[in-house]
């Protein structure tokens, strides 16, 4: 039973234009939320994280929107560039300090030029 | 640097063979955690450790064996048992999974292929 759902496995923007990457999660306990970025044959590196008692975390040209009601979060990439073309993990977790992150599957981003 | 290193980038065996391989970290983190990474399914937890001398299970753990007898590094064992064990294995560590360390740092991975 998947707790943290990537539904869409593939995702293609334009260079310059807006990506947003979609997750949704089923456990009500996870409070934590991360996305990951991952090259081919490398290891992921950490994005960006939101906890529940926020709506929004912004960094740079990274947004991440959590919607608890809806258990759904997103990642925007603005303005999207080549070099972010990668495979994105969301992950989550619960504040109880006993669990692991658990991923999803994945989105497969590319940018076009 | 600190960072965490796997070795080898890339390892062959025959089927039948254990094979281990390695994981440091001088990050002195005290969470470790095994996962493996196949087409289309994403990262599954294999094994975690939260201290040294303990560790827990994953999702995946069947056919795989581990040990964390120094901080500093967490070998995973894939044994014959392992039914499908050809794939890209990473290693990561995170602060601590009690100290709100949530963000996990992963190494570069290792790839196995077993024929």
């Known amino acids: 039973d998947q707790q943290v759902k990537q539904n869409s496995p593939s995702l293609s923007v334009q260079e310059g234009r807006i990506s947003i990457l979609n997750c949704d999660y089923t456990n009500s306990m996870f409070d934590y939320f991360l996305w990951y970025k991952k090259y081919p044959a490398e290891g992921p590196t950490f994005l960006i994280s939101i906890s529940s008692i926020k709506d929004k975390n912004e960094d740079g040209r990274f947004t991440v929107f959590l919607n608890k009601s809806a258990k759904h979060l997103s990642l925007h990439i603005v303005p999207s560039q080549p070099g972010d073309s990668a495979v994105y993990f969301c992950?989550?977790?619960?504040?109880?300090?006993?669990?692991?992150?658990?991923f999803g599957k994945g989105t497969r981003l590319s940018v076009i030029a | 640097d600190g960072g965490i290193t796997q070795s080898p980038k890339y390892l062959f065996r025959k089927e039948g063979q254990n094979v281990t391989l390695s994981c440091e970290q001088n990050?002195?983190?005290?969470?470790m955690y095994w996962y493996r990474q196949d087409p289309g399914q994403g990262l599954r937890l294999i094994y975690y450790s939260q201290i040294v001398n303990d560790f827990q299970k994953g999702d995946i753990a069947e056919g795989y064996s581990v040990s964390r007898e120094k901080k500093e590094s967490f070998p995973l064992t894939v044994t014959s048992a392992q039914k499908n064990p050809t794939a890209f294995y990473l290693c990561a560590s995170s602060v601590g999974i009690w100290d709100r360390g949530y963000e996990q740092y992963f190494g570069p991975g290792t790839r196995l292929t077993v024929t």
């Open positions: 992950a989550a977790t619960d504040y109880s300090g006993n669990t692991p992150l658990v």
């Open positions: 990050l002195n983190h005290d969470a």
